[in-house]
T-cell receptor, first 114, second 112 residues
């Protein structure tokens, strides 16, 4: 089991639905990340939070809205998604401050858009 | 040209073989290097993390970094069927930006 927990593991939603993905870590990490991974491709960075503030947005469409309520939690709010948004969404965390610590990933939420 | 090149394979070896996985990169600003293993329907699992040229060993795994050649390797000794997975190299610049640059991943199959 990983130390980064993501829920739900699977999500099927229609294009008009609103849903949220959740990520939790209790390693004391102050940097948290969202990645998107399509089949047989490497993860692609979407967002980075450092000390609960958004520090990187990789030009992600506004139908994806991240939120970091506290240092242990990271959410990704989804609205009006498209079929091409179907993918594995991965959360990761790392120590911050030193700036050069490895990222630890959760097992992801597998999202299917109907 | 991609910043990080990794042969996607697939690579098939018999059980007990030594496996060599490699990545090349073009940006000399990369200072930190990682190898992740990803099983089907799971997230990437950190295997090795290095930040200097040379070798780092952990059990059956050895990570090698050659910054002068911009080349990194992961060696797996005495490979097992449970090592069958996709192996991703990843690297980043120094500083506080969190952006990892991944290779395409190499799919490894270890046959009993």
């Amino acid at each position: 089991d990983t130390e980064v927990t993501q829920t739900p593991k699977h999500l099927v939603m229609g294009m008009t639905n609103k849903k949220s993905l959740k990520c939790e870590q209790h390693m004391g990490h102050r940097a948290m990340y969202w990645y998107k991974q399509k089949a047989k491709k490497p993860p692609e960075l979407m967002f980075v939070y450092s000390y609960e503030k958004l520090s990187i947005n990789e030009s992600v469409p506004s139908r994806f809205s991240p939120e970091c309520p506290n240092s242990s939690l990271l959410n990704l709010h989804l609205h009006a998604l498209q079929p091409e948004d179907s993918a594995l969404y991965l959360c990761a965390s790392s120590q911050e401050g030193a700036g050069n610590q490895p990222q630890h990933f959760g097992d992801g939420t597998r999202l299917s858009i109907l | 040209q991609k910043e990080v090149e990794q042969d996607p394979g697939p690579l098939s070896v018999p059980e007990g073989a030594i496996v060599s996985l490699n990545c090349t990169y073009s940006n000399s600003a990369f200072q930190y290097f990682m190898w992740y293993r990803q099983y089907s329907r799971k997230g990437p699992e950190l295997l090795m993390y290095t930040y200097s040229s040379g070798n780092k060993e952990d059990g059956r795994f050895t990570a090698q970094v050659d910054k002068s050649s911009k080349y990194i390797s992961l060696f797996i000794r005495d490979s097992q069927p449970s090592d069958s997975a996709t192996y991703l190299c990843a690297m980043r610049r120094s500083g506080n930006t969190g952006k990892l640059i991944f290779g395409q991943g190499t799919t490894l199959q270890v046959k009993p």
